[in-house]
């Protein structure tokens, strides 16, 4: 009875998950860690309880549109059913863990869904001790969560044309969105907009095509065309692309032969981390 007391303590400082129990002193997001990872967590050499350890089996991106991660992890040897498993995220502006989820064990197994914005973060799972086991931190692992966005959600870095160009993006309260808006221009003319793609690895457009004749949407690399689309007279299409690299994305809308210029409205969003 002596020394139980001292070992309670032990174990309880254990379930304080903070950064004092990462080995390194550098901030996780400085670690360029990946799926592979196999650092492991720092154990007091006072702790006799038998060791058990954590990892992360999977972590992905299961509704883009919502923001959807799903967390699965392993635990060995496997926890009572039903432990309360907490997932950590890295939060390098307070330079801290924080808890954003859990999920409870089944076996050797535990499944964590957390909804978050486009992000590259750090993650980790954790267990408290349960006897005869110590606690365990999971490696870390930094994974980028790639979600659908308003292609205007960061603004126009530029627009222009000629003929009179328009670039009209819907204000927030008629489009909270943040993806809609309507290219027009005179006969003859084109009308284009920059957006800041940075983070972002994929577009979706669509297209209505309002004028009295037939035009050609277009996106680029900054001033370099990547792909088209010739759209007719009152009709509806897509224009998609990856443009994972692209750090500016432009679209643009040219008169092909119409009575009063090009009219198109576009309904844009993008695939990105931020």
Known sequence: M?????????????????????????APAD????????????????????PRTAKIYS???????????TVIGTLSPAPKTGTRIPLH??????????????GYSSGSSVTITTVQPGSVRTYRIAI?????YGAAISPMISFK???WRGIFKKGLLAAGGQGQP???VVPPKEGPRRAEADLLADRGGYVWGDVDSTGCSYVRNWLGNLTDGTVRVSLHNGTKAMTSVLQKQETETWLNYKILGVTRLRLQVADVRSGYGPYVAVDSILLCTN
Not at 2 to 26: E, K, S, T, Y
Not at 93 to 98: G, L, Q
Not at 128 to 132: K, T
């Open 128 to 132: 408290g001790a349960q006897a005869p």
């Open 145 to 147: 969560h790639y979600v």
């Open 2 to 26: 002596g020394r139980r007391p001292r070992r309670i303590r032990v174990l309880v400082a254990l379930l304080a998950f903070g950064p004092a129990g990462c080995a390194a002193p550098a």
């Open 59 to 69: 972590i992905r991106t299961t509704d883009a549109t919502k923001g959807v991660i």
């Open 166 to 168: 328009q670039f009209n």
């Open 31 to 50: 670690s360029a860690l990946s799926l592979g990872s196999t650092a492991a967590a720092a154990v007091p050499a006072s702790v006799t309880a038998t």
């Open 89 to 102: 995220q890295w939060i390098p502006s307070a330079k801290r863990w924080r808890e954003v989820a859990h």
